[in-house]
């Protein structure tokens, strides 16, 4: 009987730093498993033209193109977990509160994303509180956010960016591009493929636009374009209440439609009219400048038409 009690004492005895031993293991994987719900720091392949997936509530995004073959992620989150998933033709990181905790989606923590992507690679990025920031990536690019600012830098194929009352500003596109915000002002510079741009209650700004395509809305705000008018071209100006300056070259030649309400139409131009353009509908006439070739429609309610010769020194013109 005694030798029993040795023996099972002694089995305690080695079972014992084999349980210890267990809980040390479990408790590093899942040290290691919540570190890497917590931050990321990695790099992978992607094949030419892939895709790349960022999505996170609060934080920011930024992308920046490289001339590397790799996808670098640097991510992290002050609370909740990143989700990373990656393959050959796309790779994905959002954010996740599935972490054991019992915590609702709008106590997630700030996540901010440093990528660096080959350029080309075609970009999808959403924030619901977050700024996005892309640049060089020179791949099509679709970026949308509630309350944040969208900015891109450095693209040749189609952009098209939203938000709802942060700021949006583009510049150096040869694609197309479409521009929205709500509440916030539009920029976009440098762009040479078709134009479509509106806010509700920003001003919209279109400076060094080379392309035969615009179409503009703005509902309370100012809308400003300096740039081309190619002579198999159209372009659209809209404004409810904001005024309308548009600053052309010397050597500009289009056929105006011009309809405001209660503004006042200025020209630098020559305007050449047809007869009894003015009598035939009060507050909305037609004009010709140069050649007449390209097509331009100019309307606002309660605003000023401004139209400028960039070659003078205008005292309306304003970028």
């Known amino acids: 009987m005694k030798l029993i009690h040795v023996v099972a004492a002694a089995a305690l005895v080695t ?11 479990d408790r590093l994987q899942r040290d290691r498993l919540q570190r890497d719900r917590l931050q990321i720091d990695t790099t992978v392949s992607i094949e030419r033209q892939g895709s790349v997936d960022l999505s996170l509530v609060s934080g920011r995004i930024r992308v920046t ?20 998933n990656a393959n050959p033709s796309r790779v994905t990181l959002g954010v996740d509160n599935r972490d ?20 080309g690679t075609r970009l999808i990025l959403e924030a619901v509180s977050g700024d996005i920031i892309a640049s060089g990536v020179q791949g099509e690019i679709e970026a949308g956010s509630v309350s944040g600012d969208v900015s891109v830098t450095g693209a040749v194929r189609d952009v ?20 929205e915000s709500v509440s916030g002002d539009v920029r976009a510079e440098g762009i040479s493929g078709n134009v479509e741009a509106s806010t ?4 919209v700004r279109l400076l060094g636009i080379q392309t035969r395509y615009v179409r503009t809305e703005s509902v309370s705000g100012d809308i400003i374009y300096t740039g081309n008018i190619d002579p198999a071209g159209k372009y659209d100006f809209e404004s409810h209440s904001g005024s309308l300056r548009l600053n052309l070259p010397r050597g500009a030649g ?28 009060k507050g909305r006439f037609e004009f010709t400048i140069g050649d007449g070739k390209a097509r331009v429609s100019a309307q606002t309610f309660s605003g000023r038409i401004i139209i400028n010769d960039t070659s003078t020194d205008s005292p309306t013109r304003r970028d």
């Open 15 to 25: 079972a014992l730093p084999l349980a210890l031993m267990a809980q040390n293991r």
């Open 65 to 84: 193109g490289w001339d590397r073959k790799d996808v670098k992620v640097t991510a992290s989150i002050d609370e909740g977990s990143l989700k990373f």
């Open 100 to 119: 054991g905790s019992r915590r609702r989606h709008g106590s997630l923590g700030d996540a901010r994303f440093d990528v660096f992507v080959p350029r």
């Open 160 to 179: 098209s960016l939203e938000s709802v009352s942060g700021s949006v500003h583009v510049s150096q596109v040869t694609g197309n591009l479409s521009a």
């Open 200 to 203: 509700v209650s920003g001003t």
């Open 254 to 281: 289009a056929q105006f439609e011009v309809e405001t309400f209660s503004g006042d139409v200025d020209s630098d131009f020559a305007i050449t009219m047809q007869p009894g353009e003015r009598k035939r509908n």
